[in-house]
């Protein structure tokens, strides 16, 4: 560890790093604009100069910058030098002759980097006495809002949204004074992680559109720590609420997990938390098939009288928290306990679990997976399917250029020149899926199988691993490429309903394994609990099917829309009048709808819980404000209905801790469950954790115009967090903290006053447990798959996830509906030609009695015989992936809306081209 | 004197083609070199004759190869030779008269650099108004691939090269190097962060040299004729002839090739006629629009780069700007700043954003808006901007030299503007 001086103080600082990290290590304020912990040095704001030292004797020293010069043993530095302090202040002066101080009117105003920095530099009085450059804003879709002259020109937007997260749609343009960043013309931003334009920008150019609705300074929103129930990845995320509505989602920093970043589903789907489609009150159905509300004790009473001595089987959920699911399981018995999901699921999940907790690779998090140096993804979109991993996979491409630097002594945070050098070398990165994916421009290889053929090629590589070369040459090269990796990693899952291809993918795994480099494994998996749920089933649970062969007397249904999961007539036949059917959700859905009794459960913004992540991490959310109306979280529906049935063990149970307890000593799976979080019982200095900040306005007046009577701060005395501005919000347990703000740091960069080094793990460590530990005995099982059977005139359908769309309660988001538009079906431009249809016509789409028309999305890259459709919209509901169908032109069909960007829209290669063009 | 760069430029300058240059002399030296010498030969003339970087800042061109690493220490792929043709310095003109009149001079030049460097591929960069160099450029590479000087196996030495002619989108920053790899590479041409140099990672990353296309002519001359030959040819320390040029009030405004070292009196004087009647020498700058002002004091300089750099200022591309007694210094100031704001790339804040307030100051002076603090203000702003380091690159501090030295020596000028509220020259 090299030792500089700063100011004459003696500093023991990290090799390789530079002065600007080393001096945010040593909690030194010095100021920055375009660098960023995970983007790296490039120097153009100049704001982080210093004065660096010959030796001890020089006393003039030079200007250099802090995010351009590495650490060198005996360095000397001033911050606090004149010409320093003249320089940075000189630096805030010139990027204010532009900038309109609308800071009032700014969304970013109170958390802005820019406001910040000006104070820290002092700079009070501008002397320019010249016109402002002005510029004009874009319209860049539903979730973005852009406000270009507010720019200061970091690049910081372009090099996040170009160069980290491979958007291609927003970038600098013009140049001196005028430099602008948007788009090349108005139009809705590609990207699938956009959002993150809105942390990254240092002040208000990007900001959070639906947030601007209903807007609320950031000092006034109450917070908690939470976690995205968007996908099984578990990005950590900060929600913030005010006046009883969410407002906005925000990154919370984890280390291991999601870091600095969240796809658009996390960041803009929780818009359901407040919409009018949620249940208040608690309802039961009448003859007429009208719902009467009723009270919370009197539906509790008459549920627990309905399930007095009757055969009673509970439906659990891979969106329902742990707790919720364990209560349930509890309450009804294991043997009367389904998971809650599909048929086609249930197997794929408890397979999952089943290689998680044996296979001999390692299960990798986010941070893991950027560091591999070889990939093979098999049949996943993962941009659709776990976003997150994503765009960890869009830096692990980026070893080869770390590798290239290494040899030239360059530093990874020289961001500019390490890519310069690297231009497009990335390490290898292998797509074999059924269609073209979202990463299919950062590939060194991509394959286009039907989703059989691609557990057959994958067994190739197996084949090939072994020593037995294939007759597959592609295989071939594969297996050596990963062979030859230092790091390799295989990412599989469930999207495609496949377990041929997940069972290849393992034992490609486990094949790497007998290298010296071993191997990580991911597995994508659908919901945010889907492996907590598989791991609460056991094998006398009963599936879907199997309740609704021999339905029972009362069904209790946590969270759970069946409609997604069975066919019409298995819905109907569960539903029926024999089974009294009791269901506890957020918004109003088919299932609630056919239900005997309606119960109103809280969402996650107002409930606490436990979520097992597709790496088996365990990580609690908690409420970011109390459930209005008479809404419940599901563990205190249950808890209660267990005390009113007097179940044996549950009823001795009040609390949320006694849950988890319970819960953990019930199954070695989930021993390590009560160390996700802190107990209620946690205190810092004496305090609950607040979820306000300290310049929380207006608490005893916000409610006035309803009430003059103040009210009581509500209570929480299930979690160590208080609805309350008193306590402390520093250095706790990570798994608390619900929002970041230092003196001075009141922009989400004081996030590194709460890092233990910059980019490092938090001071209070990582949130979060592994839950699973992997008897590293082997997961090779036998694929017993029946392949499909092609037909002449026939199409297979494969299911097309989408980040905007294909998830149950994101979609209830305007704006996230807005952009997942409607159903679609996804055809290679030689079947649209050869049908006849472009981009954006009409289809008719027939599959298993199911009719429907969709609209035609063409792809450039297809497998043979395969078409897609877009997973979770009303119109594909009943659609299943491998089955067969047939497409016809829609003569009635009507173009929607005209496309905003034609030009954006590429057209379809006239080109009749082989694959698939056999059948139509 | 004999004339080294412009023996084939004759007063009609008319272009010089393939036969007529090898008549007078033309692709010996790539000749002698294709016969047996090698690229460390080569190397070791280029760097015992001393010849420095034309483009005006100086740099020992034999030193700058000689960072290239070699084939064994670098990883294998393509070594870049490019020619900076992209001359936009204001004030300055020579090397579009070495291209329009004598294009293989430029191009035997570049092949021996390449084949010195090892390098495989090579571009000229060139400004995009040069429209008859482009022509003429073209024509004569034409000539070379016909005739086996350009392309595989050149004269039959094993050693292959390709050169391509590029002509800019327009962009005074391109003139930096790396700005110029940037824009060459299809990329905003912003200047990169240095290090890594060009010579180690430039062009697509790879090992790349960025020469003026005054330096690259000079090659084929030393590689024939020696390196202790060059020495001879400069009057005081500096080696070889250089082009200088004089633009401004003089009676006889133009471009000559002299010894280096030539006092600037003879240059002024001698070759530009002078002053033209009515007018008095009050100021010039010595090598282009970012250079520091001189003044009459400084006539009886040597034009060498220590000697100019010890007076204050920087020979740059040796094509002087003479400000006459007539003429505003605070306008010509004003004017000077205006274009170096516009052609900021943007990518740095204090050029960005400080260059544009410069510009608002001196424009508030000399149209009769000025503050006696102003001067306070513009000394701050040679501070902040005009220190090298600074800057991401030296464009704002280049921008910087001409209003450093007009604060110092027409202090005055500016003080009148503040004093009277109107320009006195107009």
Redesign the interface.
């Known amino acids: 560890m090299p030792t500089i001086f700063i100011d004459g103080q003696e500093l023991q600082v990290n090799d390789g790093e530079n002065i600007l990290e080393a001096c945010l290590n040593a909690g030194l304020d010095l100021p920055y604009f375009c660098w960023h912990p995970a983007m790296g040095s490039?120097?153009?704001?100049?704001?982080c100069?210093l004065v660096q030292y010959q030796n001890e004797d020089d006393t003039r020293g030079?200007?250099?910058m802090g995010c351009?010069t590495p650490v060198t043993e005996g360095a000397r530095f001033s911050l606090k030098a004149e010409?320093a302090t003249?320089?940075r202040e000189?630096?805030v002066e010139?990027?204010m002759?532009?900038h309109p101080h609308d800071c009032p009117v700014c969304a970013e105003g109170g958390e802005c980097h820019l406001q910040d920095m000006t104070v820290m530099v002092g700079h009070r009085d501008r002397?320019?006495?010249?016109k402002k450059n002005t510029h004009r804003n874009q319209y860049l879709g539903p979730l973005i809002h852009h406000e270009m002259n507010r720019c200061?020109?970091c690049?910081r937007c372009e090099r996040y949204y170009k160069d980290y997260a491979g958007g291609t749609d927003l970038g600098?343009q013009?140049?001196?004074?005028?430099?602008y960043f948007g788009r090349h013309e108005e139009g809705v931003l590609e990207s699938e992680f956009s959002g993150n334009l809105v942390e990254v920008c240092p002040t208000g150019v990007f900001t959070d559109k639906p947030f601007l609705k209903q807007y609320s300074r950031k000092w006034d929103l109450q917070s908690a720590p939470s976690i995205c129930n968007g996908c099984a990845v578990g990005c950590n995320i900060a929600p913030g609420e005010r006046y009883g509505k969410l407002k906005r989602v925000h990154n919370r920093y984890n280390h291991e997990v999601n870091g600095y970043f969240l796809c658009d589903r996390g960041r803009f789907g929780s818009g359901y938390v407040n919409s009018d489609a949620r249940l208040d009150y608690a309802g039961i159905k009448q003859a007429d098939g009208s719902y009467m509300a009723v009270h919370q004790q009197q539906a509790l009473e008459t549920a627990a009288s309905w399930m007095q001595g009757k055969k009673v089987a509970g439906i659990g959920s891979p969106r329902a928290s742990v707790e919720a699911n364990y209560l349930l399981r509890e309450l009804v018995g294991a043997e009367h306990f389904a998971a809650g999901f599909s048929e086609a699921e249930a197997p794929l999940m408890a397979s999952v679990r089943r290689i998680l907790q044996t296979t001999q690779a390692m299960i990798p998090s986010i941070k893991q997976i950027e560091a591999a140096d070889a990939v093979l993804v098999l049949g996943e979109d993962i941009t659709h399917t776990a976003p997150r991993v994503a765009l960890a996979l869009r830096q692990s491409v980026r070893n080869k250029s770390f590798e290239?630097a290494e040899?030239?002594g360059?530093p990874q945070w020289?961001d500019?020149?390490v890519r310069?050098?690297?231009?497009d070398?990335r390490s290898p990165l292998i797509i074999v899926s059924a269609m073209e994916t979202r990463l299919d421009d950062i590939a060194s290889q991509c394959i286009s199988l039907a989703p059989d053929q691609i557990a057959e090629f994958a067994v190739s590589i197996v084949e090939a691993l072994a020593g037995e070369p294939s007759s597959n040459k592609q295989a071939n090269q594969i297996a050596e490429i990963l062979q030859s990796a230092k790091n390799p990693l295989i990412i599989s899952g469930t999207s495609m309903v496949h377990w041929g291809i997940v069972n290849a993918a393992v034992a490609i795994a486990e094949s790497l394994c007998t290298e010296p480099s071993g191997c990580m494994l991911s597995l994508c998996i659908p919901e945010a609990n889907s492996l907590g749920v598989a791991l609460l089933a056991d094998k006398s649970s009963p599936s879907l099917p199997d309740l609704v062969n021999s339905p029972p007397e009362v069904l209790l249904v946590v969270e759970n829309d069946l409609q997604r999961r069975l066919n019409p007539q298995q819905m109907e036949q569960l539903m029926s009048a024999g089974t009294l059917v009791i269901s506890m959700d957020m918004l109003e859905n088919a299932t609630l709808g056919a239900s005997d009794m309606v119960l109103p459960a809280a969402s996650y913004a107002e409930s606490q819980g436990s979520l097992v992540n597709m790496e088996g991490r365990a990580q609690r959310y908690f409420p970011v404000f109390e459930p209005a109306a008479e809404r419940l979280p599901s563990w205190q529906w249950l808890l209660k209905l267990a005390a009113l049935t007097n179940h044996k063990s549950l009823s001795k149970i009040e609390h949320f801790d006694q849950v988890v307890a319970a819960c953990a000593k019930s199954q070695a799976e989930f021993t390590n469950l009560v160390d996700a979080a802190p107990d209620q019982s946690f205190r810092d200095r004496g305090l609950k954790i607040p979820r306000q900040t300290h310049r929380y306005s207006g608490r005893t007046a916000m409610n006035a115009g309803v009430n003059v009577h103040e009210p009581q701060q509500p209570h929480d005395h299930e979690s160590p967090l208080a609805f309350s501005m008193e306590g402390l919000n520093r250095d706790q347990p990570a798994a608390l903290t619900p929002y970041v703000w230092s003196p001075g740091w009141n922009s989400n960069q004081s996030l590194q006053k709460f890092q233990a080094e910059v980019d490092g793990p938090l001071k209070g460590g990582t949130a979060g447990v592994k839950l699973l530990q992997s008897s590293a005995s082997g997961a090779t099982q036998k694929a017993s798959c029946e392949a499909v059977e092609m037909q002449a005139h026939h199409w297979q359908l494969v299911p097309v996830h989408q980040v905007h769309g294909s998830d149950e309660l994101s979609v209830n988001t305007d704006e996230i509906a807005e952009m997942a538009g409607m159903g679609f079906v996804s055809l290679g431009a030689a079947v649209a030609h050869k049908l006849g249809v472009s981009e954006g016509d009409g289809v008719v789409l027939a599959s298993g009695g199911t009719e429907v028309s969709l609209e035609v999305r063409i792809l450039q890259r297809v497998a043979k015989n395969c078409i897609g459709f877009g997973l979770g919209y009303a119109e594909t509901l009943y659609l299943r992936a491998g089955s067969l169908a047939t497409l016809a032109v829609d003569a009635q069909w009507q173009r929607p809306q005209p496309q905003l960007i034609a030009s954006d829209k590429a057209t379809p290669d006239p080109i009749v081209a082989e694959g698939g063009s056999a059948h139509v | 004197m004999e004339k080294v760069l412009t023996r084939n430029i004759g007063v009609d300058q008319k272009p010089t083609d393939l036969k007529a240059y090898e008549a007078n002399g033309g692709y010996q030296g790539l000749r002698k070199v294709m016969a047996g010498m090698s690229p460390q030969d080569c190397q070791a003339v280029i760097s015992d004759s001393n010849l420095r970087g034309r483009g005006g800042a100086g740099f020992p061109t034999g030193m700058k190869w000689s960072f290239v690493p070699s084939d064994d220490k670098c990883?294998p792929g393509h070594k870049y030779l490019v020619c900076n043709a992209d001359e936009m310095e204001p004030g300055t003109f020579k090397d579009r008269l070495l291209m329009e009149c004598d294009p293989h001079q430029l191009i035997e030049g570049m092949i021996l650099s390449a084949y010195t460097i090892g390098a495989d591929i090579s571009y000229i960069f060139i400004r995009g108004e040069y429209l008859l160099a482009i022509q003429r450029l073209r024509d004569a590479l034409k000539e070379c691939y016909a005739s086996g000087l350009l392309g595989d196996n050149i004269l039959g030495s094993g050693y292959s090269l390709n050169m391509y002619l590029h002509p800019s989108a327009g962009?005074y920053i391109c003139g930096e190097e790396t700005a110029l790899i940037n824009a060459l590479e299809g990329k905003?041409a912003n200047p990169?962060?240095k290090?890594?140099f060009p010579q180690?990672?430039g062009l697509?990353?790879r090992p790349t040299i960025v020469n003026n296309v005054e330096t690259l002519c000079n090659i084929p001359h030393i590689i024939d004729r020696g390196a202790d030959w060059f020495k001879t040819l400069g009057l005081g320390e500096d080696a070889g002839t250089k082009l200088f040029g004089v633009s401004g009030r003089v009676k006889n405004p133009g471009c000559w090739e002299l010894p280096m070292g030539t006092p600037i009196r003879e240059i002024i004087e001698q070759h530009a006629g002078g002053m033209r009647d009515g007018y008095q020498l009050k100021g010039f700058l010595p090598g282009g629009g970012s250079t520091d002002f001189l003044t009459t004091e400084h006539l009886d300089l040597a034009m060498d780069y220590n000697v100019i750099g010890a007076a204050g200022s920087r020979m740059g591309t040796g094509t002087m700007i003479i400000l006459d007694d007539r003429t505003c210094p605070v306008g010509m100031v004003l004017n000077l700043i205006r274009f170096f704001?516009?052609?900021?790339?943007?990518?740095?804040?204090?050029c960005?954003?400080?260059?544009?307030?410069s510009r608002?100051v001196l424009?508030?002076l000399e149209e009769g808006r000025g503050q006696p603090?102003d001067l306070e203000?513009l000394s701050?702003q040679i501070?902040?901007i005009g220190?090298i380091?600074?800057?991401?690159c030296a464009l704002a501090p280049g921008a910087m030299e001409p209003l450093q030295s007009a604060l110092k020596y027409f202090y005055d000028d500016f003080k009148q503007h503040i004093s009277s509220g109107r320009c006195p020259y107009h």
């Open positions: 490039i120097g153009s704001c100049r704001q100069a030079r200007i250099i351009m010409n003249e320089f000189a630096v010139s990027l002759l532009n002397r320019y006495s010249g200061i020109t690049y600098a013009a140049s001196h004074d005028h430099l290239l040899q030239m360059l020289q500019a020149a310069n050098l690297a231009q070398q | 990883t962009r905003r990169r962060a290090p890594p180690v990672s697509w990353g704001a516009h052609e900021s790339c943007g990518f740095c804040t204090p960005r954003d400080g260059l544009p307030w608002q424009q508030d603090e203000t701050y501070k902040y220190a380091g600074n800057t991401h």
